[in-house]
């Protein structure tokens, strides 16, 4: 896949996937509104904000290094010709997951709304299931020792500090 069409498959997949879970679905759950703060503490709203300031950079980031260096998109229908093993990837295998989840948690505490905290959980477990089912046994398939390595060096979901440097 060429970068250009890398790049716009990338943004259309951006629209698609993440603004949707991360943003339109949450949106139509709370309409972006505050109720009472967890357990009446407002401090819980900075960590919520932290979430979500965390969160949107790395979606952002990943999916731009799918396009440019992996010259393909995180979507299923037009994958990255290259395994991409920079960037948040050096310290954890699902970035992407992992930050819509951020969002969408971030979201749950921002706005006082235990739906939210319901929903981003099951978003994480369909995310688990799909990553143990689908994607890995299709990266494996797909680039061979080359996602092997990765896998034994790169946690799936807590991050690995310090960062791989030998992937």
């Not at 603004?19 to 759950?29: E, H």
């Not at 290094?65 to 395994?83: D, N, S, Y």
Request: net charge positive.
């Amino acid at each position: 896949m060429q970068r250009v069409s890398a790049v716009l498959g990338s943004a259309l997949f951006f629209l698609v996937a993440p603004c949707v879970l991360a943003g339109l679905i949450p949106w139509s759950m709370t309409r972006w509104e505050f109720g009472p703060a967890f357990l009446g503490v407002d401090l819980i709203r900075i960590v919520g904000v932290a979430l979500i300031i965390a969160g949107v950079p790395g979606i952002l980031d990943s999916f731009a290094r799918f396009a440019l260096e992996g010259l393909g998109t995180p979507a299923p229908i037009a994958p990255p010709q290259k395994l991409v093993v920079t960037g948040l990837y050096r310290y954890v295998r699902n970035p992407i997951y992992i930050a819509v989840v951020a969002v969408v948690f971030g979201q749950a505490l921002l706005f006082g709304d235990w739906r939210l905290l319901w929903y981003g959980a099951l978003l994480w477990l369909f995310f688990h299931v799909w990553v143990v089912m689908i994607e890995e046994p299709t990266l494996k398939q797909t680039f061979g020792t080359e996602y092997e390595n990765f896998q034994t060096s790169v946690p799936r979901w807590i991050p690995r500090l310090p960062p791989c440097s030998n992937t």
